[in-house]
Structures are given as structure tokens and as C-alpha cells.
């Protein structure tokens, strides 16, 4: 990384099944910095953290699989189908799933050495107000038929139970709406490795713009 150049922080977003974790991977192999939301969901959850009593707590121990452990495909079927259900878990879990992205962030940015960009897979960026902490943000986007596709293809979910599941977050044109890049995905992979590839260029030219965040 050049002299002149910033730190760029990237939140990637989207709806349910349109590939974010595929563009994570695949700025990854571009030379990006990564983490995801979703694991460090599946830290905060895992036995012994304070979390995962809680989290027994409201939700009972049918939930956990042979080894102890919170079987997420069963909660995720409980609080798609509730939503106070929903609610008590992001409470328990959001407050501590945000500070492990805001302390990987801050590493990442007084950091000197390395790559100029570390790209986080957020899913409900904005539903937690979390567009202030990133310099940019990539929404990941696909038609919902393609969503639900996708979705009932690699799941053993309905098909309305997948458009539940897509209709619980922030509608895709408002995420589209309010992003600094869109990456549309309703096409093939080819397509979206040569999307992503645009996307890299312009991140990195703007790691040597002297870009400051205006968020």
C-alpha cells in the first residue's frame, strides 16, 4: 500500500440468498481482508460464551444439537416464523456481534501493513444502523425469484416460507437505494467474477483518492 493511500472498510449487504458470502469470497481472493457477520454470530453462540446460556434461556434446550451446541438451521426456523421471537434473539446477540466488528475494525485501521481494504459481510447492516462504521457500502443483489430459488434449492424450506424469511429484512430496493456500489448476481458466476472485479478496481482507486468517509 502506497504512502498516500487509506484504509478503506467495505460493508457488504443484501438480501437473503443473493450472494454476499460468494462476493466476500471472492474479494478475498483479490486481496481484500474479510470477515463476516455470520461467524462471529456463530462465536457469540457457541457453549460457554455468555450468550449461549441466554440464548438457552429464552429459547430451551431443543435447540441444541447432540454435542450441546445451538443447532442454528432450528433456530433460524423459530425466529423466521416469530417475530418476538426475532427480536429477543438480535437482542442478546447483536450487542456482541457489533462490538467484535467494531473491535476487528479499529485493529484494521491503525494497522500500517497488509491490504488497504477489509471487506465485512453484514446482512442487516442497515436494520442496525451500522452504515456509520464503514466508508462504503456494497449491496449484493439478485431478483427475488432467484432469491427464493436459491433458497428452497440448498434448504429444505417452502417456498413461502423462504419469501417469509426474504420479507423479514429491509426490501432489496431500499438497500440498493441507499448503497455507495451495487453488485447485481441474477446472472452466472462468470458474470458476477467480472462484477466484482470492477467493483476491486474502483475500491481501489478510491484507497488512493484520499477518500474521507463522509458517514
Not at 469470497?25 to 483479490?30: A, C, D, S
Not at 429459547?59 to 433456530?75: C, P, Y
Not at 434448504?155 to 430496493?173: C, F, K
Request: hydrophobic share 40%.
Amino acid at each position: 500500500m502506497g504512502p498516500n493511500c487509506k484504509r478503506l472498510v467495505i460493508g457488504i449487504t443484501g438480501g437473503i440468498a443473493s450472494g454476499k458470502s460468494t462476493v466476500l469470497e471472492m474479494l478475498r481472493q483479490r486481496g481484500a481482508e474479510t470477515l463476516s457477520a455470520d461467524d462471529v454470530a456463530r462465536q457469540v453462540l457457541s457453549k460457554g460464551e455468555p450468550a449461549y446460556q441466554e440464548v438457552l434461556d429464552r429459547f430451551g434446550t431443543a435447540i441444541t444439537d447432540a454435542d450441546g451446541e445451538i443447532d442454528r438451521s432450528v433456530l433460524a426456523k423459530i425466529i423466521f416464523a416469530d417475530e418476538k421471537a426475532r427480536r429477543d434473539l438480535n437482542r442478546i446477540t447483536h450487542p456482541r456481534i457489533i462490538q467484535e466488528i467494531r473491535a476487528a475494525i479499529e485493529s484494521f485501521r491503525k494497522c500500517s501493513k497488509g491490504t488497504s481494504v477489509l471487506a465485512i459481510e453484514i446482512p442487516l447492516l442497515y436494520e442496525c444502523g451500522l452504515e456509520c462504521i464503514v466508508d462504503y457500502v456494497v449491496a449484493v443483489a439478485a431478483e427475488q425469484g432467484i432469491q427464493v430459488h436459491r433458497l428452497t434449492t440448498r434448504t429444505s424450506i417452502t417456498t413461502e416460507e423462504a419469501i417469509r424469511r426474504i420479507n423479514s429484512q429491509l426490501p432489496m430496493s431500499e438497500k440498493v437505494r441507499k448503497a455507495d456500489f451495487v453488485v447485481w448476481n441474477n446472472g452466472s458466476l462468470q458474470d458476477l467474477e467480472e462484477a466484482v472485479d470492477d467493483l476491486w478496481r474502483r475500491l481501489l482507486a478510491n484507497t488512493c483518492a484520499g477518500h474521507s468517509s463522509s458517514r
